[in-house]
């Protein structure tokens, strides 16, 4: 994956990509104001003046940026994509369990999982936590822990109504806290400029909370998060969080 610099106007980006054969995804997902794929699995999304390049590995996305590079803003007089490409090297990642249950344990966690370490983690087996048995949770909640940074929030189930009600009785509200609060605690001890979120909600809030604090970092509130490794990973916490409570 690659992070470019801000600018003004993609533009030019977008036709080249429509004539590179591109599929226009509608609507884009989460952040994107705009977003395209190839076949290959080469993901482009442009949001408030950046552009986020998903790629398979780190060779397709050089390669996008030597085909594509021309096509994107520059301060100077020649159209050359300016500043060179930010890596993202890690990735942070908070997803819940127990939402929706209201009389259960509510968790929150949230993970940072550097890249170089992403084959490691699927060999060890993180996926998603719906696929993984109480036995597989177990023992990749403590693999996970003893290998990476990470913060968990748990409201018992006796605390849950109080908790909703200091709400609002909106859940949505509740859990954007917990994620923000997972997030900007694990920032502070393990700083990172990309997070994803598995969305439970369209208008983004988690997003808009960090943006008070931490207006640095891009929050990816996306469908299917847990195709990331890091956002797999915080639902093994989040759901072993939740069983251990009760």
């Not at 998060?225 to 009760?246: D, F, K, M």
Request: with cysteine.
């Amino acid at each position: 994956m690659l992070y470019r610099r801000e600018a003004p106007s993609f533009a030019a980006l977008r036709e080249s990509l429509a004539a590179a054969r591109y599929a226009a995804v509608s609507p884009p997902d989460a952040l994107a104001e705009w977003e395209a794929r190839d076949g290959v699995g080469t993901r482009v999304r442009a949001w408030r003046g950046a552009v986020l390049v998903e790629a398979a590995d780190r060779a397709h996305a050089e390669e996008f940026d030597r085909v594509f590079r021309r096509s994107l803003p520059s301060d100077g007089p020649i159209p050359d994509g300016g500043a060179a490409p930010a890596w993202i090297e890690r990735v942070a990642a908070s997803d819940e369990s127990g939402k929706g249950e209201r009389t259960g344990a509510l968790a929150v966690a949230a993970v940072v999982v550097p890249m170089a370490d992403e084959d490691a983690a699927l060999e060890q087996g993180i996926r998603d936590s719906k696929e993984c048995t109480r036995a597989e949770v177990v023992k990749l909640a403590e693999w996970t822990c003893a290998r990476f940074p990470h913060e968990i929030r748990v409201i018992a189930a006796s605390d849950r109504e109080a908790a909703l009600h200091a709400c609002g009785g909106n859940e949505s509200r509740l859990l954007a806290d917990l994620h923000a609060e997972c997030l900007a605690a694990l920032c502070a001890r393990e700083p990172f400029a990309f997070a994803v979120v598995d969305r439970f909600a369209p208008a983004r809030p988690v997003a808009a909370q960090l943006a008070r604090t931490h207006r640095s970092i891009v929050v990816d509130e996306c469908a299917r998060g847990e195709r990331h490794v890091a956002c797999a990973a915080a639902s093994i916490l989040a759901r072993n969080a939740v069983a251990t409570a009760r």
